[in-house]
């Protein structure tokens, strides 16, 4: 086997192009942080995903996780959001319908909602919704307004009730400080 001095030149000169470039070629650069994870995008747009978050039922026996994954450019929400939740109550029915209630607006309503995971023994339901881009700004300027909630029907006609948590509020002040 034969080595050159011109062929390691080579080698030496165009490797950290190659890095560079596959590197920089790359459609996301990732920041993280304990509650958001922001994707960036070409055309400067920004992909969020709001982790996990409980809403607190009425009663002690629900509640609810909630996440949220949708794009924003500049401070323009430019796309729908998979609103993903988990329902933690004991029922055998499965989740109907579901809407933010805004005091005084129209609730946003949680559409195309399909069932992800549910197991009846371990007491839970985990569906996938979108809320659609025209909704966005409405509903996450509304999560610290009182009285504002999620309400969810189920198929044997119970509907539950639920307010963010501290937590839930952290975490999207946290996205807005972005």
Do not use: W
């Amino acid at each position: 086997m034969k080595f050159s001095f011109h062929s390691l030149f080579l080698f030496l000169l165009f490797s950290p192009l190659m890095i560079c470039s596959c590197v920089s070629s790359s459609s996301t650069i990732f920041k993280n942080s304990d509650k958001v994870l922001v994707m960036t995008f070409d055309g400067n747009a920004l992909k969020y995903y709001l982790r996990p978050e409980i809403m607190l039922g009425k009663d002690k026996n629900s509640s609810v996780n909630i996440d949220f994954s949708y794009q924003k450019r500049n401070d323009a929400y430019i796309s729908d959001s998979y609103t993903n939740f988990t329902l933690n109550y004991n029922t055998s029915a499965y989740i109907q319908s579901a809407q933010f209630n805004i005091p005084g607006k129209e609730p946003v309503v949680c559409n195309n909602i399909t069932t992800l995971n549910r197991n009846v023994s371990q007491k839970f339901i985990r569906v996938q919704t979108i809320v659609l881009q025209k909704d966005m700004e409405t509903l996450m300027n509304s999560f610290e307004i009182p009285e504002f909630n999620l309400s969810i029907e189920l198929t044997d006609g119970t509907v539950l009730f639920f307010t963010p948590s501290k937590t839930l509020i952290e975490t999207i002040r946290e996205e807005k400080m972005r």
